[in-house]
């Protein structure tokens, strides 16, 4: 595993990580040489560097890859930080291979071929595994089994040293780092969703849904205002249903540290074409609203300065 660093007079830019059997970085960070807000997006599913031997694994890896990605999103990211001058955090690993979203323990071990935990313990550390999109996805609904073959101990370790320790490592300090120079720092965990589905007489579903972990990874007025900012826009926007958020919510929003976090799951129709595969003329929208977004964010995280920091009374 491998880090790379590169400062510049634009900034800095940071490749780490490395995806098992390809020659690149399982991640990039670029910060600004000064951003404007104490924001950092960060982009985990959006990874489409496949390695050979995933793709030959997979029962059908075109519509497996489609299903698992979200699709594109990370494009969304790259033109929104670059005009609002947020930290950006990309993932290049496909979920395929290992979910950021999950617990290094979330395992399916039945997937797994060699040495196993014993005895295996079911808990709430892998009921993600247990549905069939846990750390490696197993199955998917409508679908089925994913791999033609088992995955071997030594492949899932490579994974989790390779792409998700450094992933999770380098959001931690850069947030940290943002933190301490602003006072608070924002999280933005983009991701995209595919249509939701009418119920119970629903006639407009959400194209946005707000996750917050049920109140526990942000406060309170940074997700009211990200609410309200897009219902005037003219968004159904949900809060919490039906994604409230997983690991990257439950490992960095830290509100007590002055670290808060968002998910933003957007719905793919507002950004891909018909197919949901490219990117579509409204893409273009979606970035100067979420860059908008962004920016009205980030002013309130700067003037919350000291507020829910509790770091010098735990000292």
């Given at each position: 595993m491998t880090t790379s660093k590169r400062e510049s007079v634009g900034g800095r830019m940071e490749r780490g990580g490395a995806i098992p059997s390809l020659d690149?970085?399982?991640?990039?960070?670029?910060?600004?040489?000064?951003?404007?807000?104490?924001?950092?997006?960060?982009?985990?599913?959006?990874?489409?560097?496949?390695?050979?031997?995933?793709?030959?694994?997979?029962?059908?890896?075109?519509?497996?890859?489609?299903?698992?990605e979200d699709r594109l999103i990370d494009e969304i990211g790259v033109e929104v930080a670059k005009l609002t001058g947020a930290v950006l955090l990309e993932a290049h690993a496909p979920r395929a291979m290992l979910d950021l979203n999950r617990s290094r323990d979330d395992v399916d071990w039945g997937m797994i071929k060699g040495a196993k935990p014993h005895p295996i313990r079911h808990s709430q550390a892998n009921r993600r595994a247990r549905s069939g999109l846990g750390l490696v996805p197993r199955r998917l609904p409508g679908f089925g089994e994913i791999w033609r073959q088992s995955l071997t101990r030594e492949e899932l370790d490579a994974r989790i040293e390779g792409i998700h320790q450094p992933y999770h490592a380098a959001l931690g300090r850069e947030l940290a780092r943002v933190r301490d120079q602003w006072g608070q720092a924002l999280l933005l965990d983009l991701h995209s969703m595919p249509p939701l589905k009418p119920s119970n007489g629903e006639s407009q579903m959400p194209k946005f849904v707000l996750g917050?972990?049920?109140?526990?990874?942000?406060?309170?007025?940074?997700?009211?205002?990200?609410?309200?900012?897009?219902?005037?826009?003219g968004q159904v926007v949900s809060h919490n249903r039906p994604y409230a958020g997983g690991?990257?919510?439950?490992?960095?929003?830290?509100?007590?540290?002055?670290?808060?976090?968002?998910?933003?799951?957007?719905?793919?129709?507002?950004?891909?074409?018909?197919?949901?595969?490219?990117?579509?003329?409204?893409a273009r929208t979606l970035v100067k609203m979420l860059a908008g977004l962004?920016?009205?964010?980030?002013?309130?995280?700067?003037?919350?300065?000291?507020?829910?920091?509790?770091?010098?009374?735990?000292?």
């Open positions: 690149c970085p399982s991640f990039t960070l670029k910060a600004p040489a000064t951003s404007p807000v104490p924001v950092v997006i960060a982009v985990p599913h959006g990874g489409r560097d496949y390695p050979e031997h995933v793709l030959r694994a997979m029962r059908d890896p075109e519509f497996s890859s489609l299903r698992l917050d972990r049920f109140g526990t990874s942000c406060d309170a007025s940074l997700v009211n205002h990200a609410y309200r900012f897009l219902e005037e826009k690991y990257v919510l439950d490992t960095h929003g830290a509100v007590q540290n002055g670290i808060h976090a968002i998910q933003i799951e957007v719905c793919r129709s507002t950004y891909l074409d018909a197919c949901q595969e490219q990117l579509s003329p409204k962004v920016q009205d964010l980030g002013a309130m995280t700067a003037r919350m300065m000291g507020r829910g920091d509790l770091r010098n009374a735990a000292e």
